[in-house]
């Protein structure tokens, strides 16, 4: 269909953020760093290549999420430890923060509950920035990989192992439930250390070799009490595939610590401020 003769004045009108986030609390991290210093290992879980395993953080602890042996993309769930039906909300953690998240910024829970579950305290891939092709790390813009989409596109093809089915399996496992109750429970996730952006000419969604290496790390402080699951996808770094046995793969730490004394002038999220009468 021809341009209107107004096409290049629509496409120059310049955009605004949906959802300016100036009104948010500013996080100051320097309580969360003084914290930190004396914390206490209190518990770790190694997530196995192509697996996926669940760990508990208790609020007002710390968890870390490390590469420690090569190049590896982790697909991250978080719940509410009490009351599974909260759960992390990506979409909205994007429409607050952008496609990717680093140092200060939040994970935010579904509806009707809409507060903070975690904060970014510390990342050692924030160099990264946005590269040449759009390009950035820790991303809430792709969902996670599933045997559904892997069947749809490889023409009916069954894969196990994918982050969805490892999610799925781990949370059954650990709440000792089956998998047809755990399954509908998982959703979609910060995909820690994967890099990603969007293609200029088309508008895909892309993944490129993770710029992670043994030693780096993402770090999480937790505002409420949070049930984790973190599968270390079957892609490996994500270079090429991210369903597959093919790609080299390596196991995730995590570590959960106490510290001694809470941090300054934190206290708990308290529950979305929404009445919830929805005009009735």
Same mark, same amino acid.
């Given at each position: ?9 629509? #496409? ?8 300016? *986030?100036?009104?948010?609390? *500013? ?20 997530? @196995? ?6 760990? !508990?953080? @208790? ?5 870390? %999420?490390?590469?420690? !042996? ?15 039906? !909260? #759960? ?5 953690? #994007?429409?607050?923060? /952008? ?21 970014? =305290? ?6 990264? /920035? %946005?590269?040449?092709?759009? +390009?950035? =790390? ?19 093809? &069954?894969?196990?192992? $994918? ?12 709440? +000792? ?17 994967? $890099? ?15 710029? =992670? #290496? @043994? /030693? ?6 937790? &505002?409420?009490?949070?049930?984790? +699951?973190?599968?270390?996808? *079957?892609?490996?770094? $994500? ?9 080299? $793969? ?9 510290? &001694? ?7 708990? @999220? ?8 929805? /005009?009735?």
């Amino acid at each position: 269909m021809a341009e209107p003769l107004d096409a290049a004045a629509r #496409r120059l009108i310049e955009p605004v953020i949906c959802y300016p *986030p100036d009104s948010l609390a *500013p996080v100051d991290l320097d309580p969360f760093r003084e914290a930190r210093i004396e914390a206490e290992l209190v518990d770790s879980v190694t997530v @196995p290549a192509r697996d996926a395993a669940c760990f !508990e953080v @208790p609020a007002g602890h710390f968890f870390r %999420i490390t590469s420690i !042996e090569g190049p590896q993309v982790g697909d991250l769930n978080l719940w509410n430890a009490a009351n599974l039906a !909260e #759960r992390f909300y990506s979409g909205k953690t #994007r429409a607050l923060h /952008g496609t990717h998240l680093t140092t200060r910024d939040h994970m935010w829970s579904s509806f009707p509950q809409l507060r903070p579950m975690a904060t970014v =305290v510390h990342d050692t891939l924030e160099w990264y /920035g %946005i590269d040449t092709f759009g +390009g950035s =790390v820790h991303d809430v813009i792709g969902t996670r990989c599933d045997p559904y989409t892997h069947a749809l596109l490889s023409g009916g093809g &069954q894969y196990h192992h $994918c982050c969805h089915s490892n999610l799925t399996r781990a949370l059954a496992d650990h709440q +000792g439930i089956s998998l047809a109750e755990a399954e509908p429970l998982v959703h979609d996730v910060l995909n820690v250390f994967m $890099c990603t952006g969007f293609t200029r000419d088309t508008g895909q969604y892309f993944m490129k070799a993770s710029p =992670v #290496r @043994p /030693g780096d790390y993402i770090e999480f402080f937790a &505002q409420i009490d949070l049930l984790g +699951g973190l599968s270390a996808c *079957p892609g490996g770094d $994500c270079s090429s595939e991210h369903s597959s046995d093919v790609a080299r $793969c390596h196991p995730l730490l995590v570590e959960v610590f106490k510290p &001694q004394d809470p941090v300054a002038g934190w206290t708990a @999220p308290a529950l979305n401020a929404y009445d919830g009468s929805h /005009g009735a």
